[in-house]
């Protein structure tokens, strides 16, 4: 079994799930008890200043809180880049490149950590389920980019990592949202 850990997992154009329609999904964990992601294209009203009052000076626009999935909604998670330089830094657990997940219990480290994304919720899938999901074509797993976590543009993202994808693959950034319209 290969862990899809640090990849995304792109919704399907078919993927019709009102929970999962056009995501982009950031693979936290995957192993063979289950996986955990957090959507990154799902932008809430809610001020970070208001929810976390700490660390609203580490997060990127837009500052309010994401909709990382439907489990556990009360449950706050985050994203940060870690700054050029650092290394080792104590609440920060490196996932790819300079992305790693922050720990919300830790004393706010915003010399060490930038750009951060704070989610209430995450997506979450039982032993076997992700995978077959992936053998019913519901998602493209693609690899991340650092700018994917901290994009000032969520609700463009899922076009946006299509468009990047080479070939054909591309084509599915201009999929209509109701294919019947077409």
Same mark, same amino acid.
Not at 21 to 27: E, H
Not at 64 to 76: I, S
């Given at each position: 079994?290969? /862990?899809? #850990?640090? #990849?995304?997992?792109?919704?399907?154009?078919?993927?019709?799930?009102?929970?999962?329609?056009?995501?982009?999904?950031?693979?936290?964990?995957?192993?063979?008890? %289950?996986?955990?992601?957090?959507? $990154? +294209? #799902?932008?809430?009203?809610? &001020?970070?200043? /208001?929810?976390?009052? &700490?660390?609203?000076?580490?997060?990127?626009?837009?500052?309010?809180?994401?909709?990382?999935?439907?489990?556990?909604?009360?449950?706050?998670?985050? $994203? @940060?880049?870690? #700054?050029? @330089?650092?290394?080792?830094?104590? @609440?920060?657990?490196?996932?790819? %490149?300079?992305?790693?997940?922050?720990?919300?219990?830790?004393?706010?480290?915003?010399?060490?950590?930038?750009?951060?994304?704070?989610?209430?919720?995450? *997506?979450?899938?039982? *032993?076997?389920?992700?995978? %077959?999901?992936?053998?019913?074509?519901?998602?493209?797993?693609?690899?991340? =980019?650092?700018?994917?976590?901290?994009?000032?543009?969520?609700?463009? $993202?899922?076009? =946006?990592?299509?468009?990047?994808?080479?070939?054909?693959?591309?084509? $599915?950034? /201009?999929?209509?949202?109701?294919?019947?319209? +077409?």
């Amino acid at each position: 079994m290969y /862990s899809l #850990r640090g #990849r995304l997992l792109v919704a399907g154009p078919t993927l019709r799930d009102p929970n999962f329609f056009r995501t982009v999904v950031l693979m936290l964990e995957h192993d063979e008890d %289950g996986a955990l992601g957090l959507v $990154l +294209n #799902r932008p809430t009203d809610y &001020p970070i200043a /208001s929810a976390l009052p &700490p660390w609203a000076g580490a997060v990127s626009e837009p500052d309010v809180v994401f909709v990382g999935g439907p489990v556990a909604p009360e449950t706050a998670l985050a $994203l @940060g880049r870690l #700054r050029a @330089g650092a290394t080792d830094v104590p @609440g920060w657990l490196r996932l790819f %490149g300079s992305v790693g997940v922050v720990d919300l219990e830790a004393t706010p480290l915003l010399c060490d950590v930038r750009d951060m994304r704070i989610f209430a919720g995450y *997506a979450g899938w039982s *032993a076997g389920q992700v995978e %077959g999901e992936l053998a019913e074509d519901a998602w493209l797993v693609l690899d991340a =980019a650092t700018t994917d976590t901290t994009t000032t543009t969520p609700d463009e $993202l899922w076009s =946006a990592v299509l468009r990047r994808q080479p070939g054909t693959l591309s084509f $599915l950034a /201009s999929y209509p949202d109701e294919p019947s319209w +077409n």
